[in-house]
């Protein structure tokens, strides 16, 4: 476990929720600090492969080789260009879902539960700046020793965390809304969100061989590998095909 990440990872996701939970912030205001949580994680991110971009050149960052499932959308541009619009366009599509969430329940009257409170949401928003520039200066230490890798996972994990957070945001929020149930999201909306932050600094569990159990159920589903082959032989060539795909990002590039 990378504890100093943990640790400011445990801070970034405490601020809203102390702010909800003890400092009374209403729905709005608290929505507010998490989107802009997420753009400056984005952010910070681009910053980062830009820097590292600098000090490691290697194809990657300027050849991406997505994994196979994407490789019409990406293959061959520089990694930035892969990451940063879609990071951006879903933020921006958020923005306006709780744009319009603010102003049905203000013409439904719940316009106290949504309406912004500049103070808070300046103090909520400088505070995670605080921890993200910390998590940012970290990484800066070790900045040349590591792999295309390891900004890849990077951004495969925030553009997941956006997906999910997101629509839990827009979906669970917009039925708390008219159901007077805000509340009871935000606490269950909370735990999960931090659960998910504080995995995505932890080691991942990622066998080499797929696990007997899951053969054994997988071999039982017809056409679940779409080849004639067991779902053992299926993990193993998905491992080599990343391999490969993992080492040609990893090529020096003097382009």
Not at 41 to 60: P, Q
Not at 61 to 70: I, L, N, V
Not at 227 to 247: P, S
Request: proline share 5%; aromatic share 10%; hydrophobic share 50%.
């Amino acid at each position: 476990m990378k504890l100093p990440h943990f640790l400011t990872a445990l801070g970034i996701n405490l601020v809203p929720a102390l702010g909800w939970f003890l400092g009374d912030w209403n729905s709005g205001t608290t929505l507010a600090v998490y989107w802009c949580e997420t753009v400056l994680a984005s952010l910070f991110i681009a910053a980062r492969m830009l820097l590292h971009r600098r000090v490691v050149r290697v194809r990657g960052h300027f050849r991406y080789e997505p994994p196979k499932d994407a490789r019409q959308n990406g293959a061959g541009i520089p990694f930035l260009k892969h990451f940063l619009p879609v990071a951006l366009m879903f933020s921006a599509v958020h923005a306006v879902f709780l744009g319009v969430l603010i102003f049905l329940m203000t013409q439904n009257g719940r316009g106290d539960q949504v309406r912004l409170n500049l103070h808070e949401l300046a103090l909520g928003v400088g505070l995670i700046l605080a921890f993200q520039i910390v998590d940012f200066l970290i990484d800066l230490v070790r900045l040349k020793t590591r792999p295309f890798r390891w900004i890849e996972v990077m951004a495969e994990r925030n553009i997941a965390r956006v997906l999910i957070i997101q629509m839990t945001i827009i979906i669970g929020v917009a039925v708390g809304g008219w159901m007077d149930s805000a509340r009871g999201f935000f606490l269950v909306f909370v735990i999960l969100k931090t659960m998910n932050d504080l995995n995505s600094v932890v080691p991942q569990y990622d066998p080499e061989e797929a696990p007997k159990w899951l053969c054994r159920l997988m071999d039982k589903v017809p056409n679940a590998t779409g080849k004639k082959q067991t779902f053992a032989e299926f993990w193993k060539e998905g491992k080599v095909g990343e391999r490969a795909r993992v080492a040609k990002n990893e090529q020096p590039y003097n382009g």
